[in-house]
């Protein structure tokens, strides 16, 4: 997948592991529940980017394949 995908989970990972690193929430708190669905709602947006960039890129490649099979004189 896209280097945009990947480095945006990273960072996401980043920041659950350094809120707790610093303290900045305790692992039993409540902060650190709402952290933790933050954080699950922030990856599964990044799987929705995912998926949407692959249908997007099939779509483009099923273009190409179809057009590469018209006629030159039929050729949009």
Known sequence: MSAWVDGYR???ADVGRLSL???LVHPDSLRE???TELLADLAADAL???REQD??????RLRAAR???LP???AP
């Open 10 to 12: 990273a960072a996401l």
């Open 21 to 23: 690193s610093r303290r």
């Open 33 to 35: 529940k709402a952290l």
């Open 48 to 50: 929705v980017i995912e």
């Open 55 to 60: 249908n997007r890129h099939q779509r483009r």
């Open 67 to 69: 057009e590469a099979m």
């Open 72 to 74: 030159l004189d039929e």
